[in-house]
């Protein structure tokens, strides 16, 4: 599967923006994706998952409520909504697919991984 995310750019606090990921190479409806991002001279951590038929997902405490994740099985594309963005969610931004049970929160759980965009929000 090869993985194309887009979307960051530079916003203010308060804004919101959405990433997308396109997949393309192998049947996108198999897999459970992920979102991750890794801060300047941070190591990079889990955002949020959504199982490969969307019916469920998951956030990082730190997004919960702000973040939503949704996908188009027809589109072969994951999204990634995220409102009231703060400063702290400044990172570069990486959509993951996971072809096998795991713990989706793990990035050793992800087979395959997006080139990343990145994402400033200013004060």
């Known amino acids: 599967v090869q993985l194309q995310a887009s979307g960051g750019g530079l916003v203010q606090a308060g804004d919101s923006l959405r990433l997308s990921c396109a997949a393309s190479?192998?049947?996108?409806?198999?897999?459970?994706m992920g979102w991750f991002r890794q801060a300047p001279g941070k190591e990079r951590e889990f955002v949020g998952a959504?199982?490969?038929?969307?019916?469920?997902?998951n956030y990082a405490t730190s997004v919960k409520g702000r973040f939503t994740i949704s996908r188009d099985n027809t589109k072969n594309t994951v999204y990634l909504q995220m409102n009231s963005l703060k400063p702290g969610d400044t990172a570069k931004y990486y959509c993951?697919?996971?072809?096998?049970?795991?713990?989706?929160?793990?990035?050793?759980?992800?087979?395959?991984w997006g080139q990343g965009t990145l994402v400033t929000v200013s004060s």
């Open positions: 959504m199982s490969w038929s969307g019916t469920s997902s």
């Open positions: 993951a697919a996971r072809g096998k049970a795991g713990d989706y929160s793990s990035e050793s759980a992800y087979d395959y």
């Open positions: 190479g192998r049947p996108f409806s198999n897999y459970a």
